[in-house]
C-alpha cells in the first residue's frame, strides 16, 4: 500500500518505518511526510536532502528551465539540453516581481539572448515572468498549448520558484512553495489541459545560504518582495558589511555601488581597517553571521557589472576598480556583466 502513496508536499514516498528517512510519516493516511508538515505548520525545517543527478527526460518535452532573477549569473549554467536534444527547452526567467519598476525589460531580455548565443545555448523561448503575476501565468498556458507536448517538466535551480509556477498552473493545493531548499524530494506531476506537468526536485547549487545557515536565518535573507535599491556614496576608506555575513571595500571607481537585497537585511558604513575586527567580534555586534570566512578580490573591468552573493541578491558596480570582499566560507560569490541598467 505504502509504495503508492506520497507526500503532496515535496513528492517523498511515504513510509512509517524510520523517522530519520525523508517520507516518514505516523499514518499513509496522512497528506504530508513528518518534514513537511513541521515546515508548513511550525516553519520548522527537517529531513530532506539535496537531488544531484538530473533526471530521465522523454524527447517529446517541453523543459521549462526556470530561473530566479537572483540567479541570473548561473543562467545556462546547467547544460541540460546535452541530455536530452530532442526536447523543446524553453528559459523561464522567474520573480520579475522583484525587481524594481522601471527596470528595462527590454534591455534585460536583449542581454540574456546575447548570452545565449555566446555559450551555444538553443531554446524555443525565453520568457520573462512571475508565477505570482495571473496575466504571466495565464499567457504561460497558452503558450504551452500551443506548442502540443504531451508532458512539460520544471527544472531549475533550488529556490527558484517552480513549485510556486508548478501550483500556479495546475491549482494544486497541496505542494508546498517554500524558500527551503531542496524541499521537492521526487517529482510533482498534475494534469492540464491533455498534459502533465511535472516539478521536478531543484538541480543542486554548490555554496548557496542553505549550506551555511540554518533555515530559519536563511529564509529571511531571500527577496520575496519588490526589492528597492539601495544606493551608497563612499569615501575614500569606507567600507560596507551585509549583516555579519559580507565585508567590503571598494578601490578605484566602485565607489557607489548599488544593491538589490531584501530590505530588511542589514547594510552599514564602515571603514576598511574595521571589517576584520568586526569580523572578529561578529558576535557582540552581528544577528547573523558565521564561524569561518574567506576572502576574495574582484578587478572590476570598464562599464557595469554584478557582484552576485549566493541567492541572497547582488550588487552592481561600475570599473574600472577593484573590490575586496570577506565572506562565509564556500559562500557562492561571482562576477558577471551587469544585464540590466539601474
Known amino acids: 500500500m505504502s509504495s503508492t502513496i506520497r507526500c503532496k508536499g ?67 549554467s546547467y547544460p541540460v539540453y546535452r541530455y536530452q536534444p530532442d526536447a523543446k527547452f524553453v528559459y523561464i526567467i522567474n520573480q520579475m516581481d522583484l525587481l524594481p519598476k522601471g527596470t528595462n525589460l527590454d534591455r534585460l531580455l536583449e542581454n540574456i539572448k546575447r548570452k ?35 508532458h512539460v517538466y ?3 535551480v533550488q529556490n527558484s520558484g517552480k513549485t510556486t509556477l508548478f501550483k500556479a498552473l495546475t491549482k494544486d493545493e497541496d505542494a508546498l512553495a517554500m524558500k527551503k531548499a531542496g524541499l521537492t524530494q521526487e517529482a510533482l506531476k498534475r494534469a492540464y489541459d491533455g498534459m502533465m506537468i511535472y516539478d521536478m526536485p531543484g538541480l543542486y547549487q554548490d555554496g548557496y545560504l542553505h549550506q551555511i545557515l540554518p533555515y530559519s536565518l536563511y529564509k529571511n535573507l531571500i527577496p520575496d518582495s519588490m526589492i528597492k535599491p539601495k ?26 555601488p548599488i544593491f538589490y537585497v531584501d530590505q530588511m537585511i542589514d547594510i552599514h558604513k564602515t571603514n576598511d581597517e574595521r571589517v576584520k575586527v568586526l569580523m572578529a567580534e561578529k558576535e557582540k555586534h552581528f544577528k547573523v553571521y558565521v564561524d569561518r570566512y574567506e576572502e576574495k578580490a574582484f578587478k572590476i573591468p570598464t562599464g557595469k557589472y554584478q557582484i552576485t552573493f549566493a541567492d541572497m541578491g547582488f550588487m552592481h558596480v561600475s570599473g574600472p576598480g577593484l573590490v575586496k570582499l570577506i565572506h562565509p566560507k564556500g559562500l557562492h560569490i561571482s562576477l558577471s556583466e551587469a544585464l540590466f541598467n539601474d
Open 10 to 76: 515535496c513528492g517523498a514516498l511515504l513510509q512509517k518505518e524510520d523517522p530519520n528517512k525523508v517520507g516518514y510519516a505516523t499514518s499513509y493516511d496522512h497528506v504530508y511526510c513528518q518534514a513537511c508538515y513541521k515546515l508548513f505548520h511550525y516553519g520548522e525545517s527537517t529531513l530532506h536532502f539535496h537531488p544531484e543527478d538530473l533526471p530521465s527526460l522523454p524527447a517529446n518535452a517541453v523543459i521549462l528551465m526556470v530561473s530566479s532573477v537572483l540567479h541570473l549569473d548561473l543562467l545556462f
Open 231 to 256: 544606493i551608497y556614496q563612499l569615501k575614500e576608506g569606507q567600507s560596507l558589511m551585509i549583516e555579519g555575513l559580507i565585508g567590503i571595500s571598494f578601490y578605484g571607481y566602485t565607489i557607489n
Open 154 to 156: 520544471l527544472l531549475g
Open 116 to 150: 545565449a548565443k555566446s555559450l551555444s545555448v538553443p531554446y524555443e523561448d525565453l520568457i520573462l515572468m512571475s508565477a505570482k503575476n495571473p496575466y504571466d501565468i495565464e499567457h504561460l498556458k497558452a503558450y504551452l498549448k500551443e506548442l502540443h507536448e504531451p
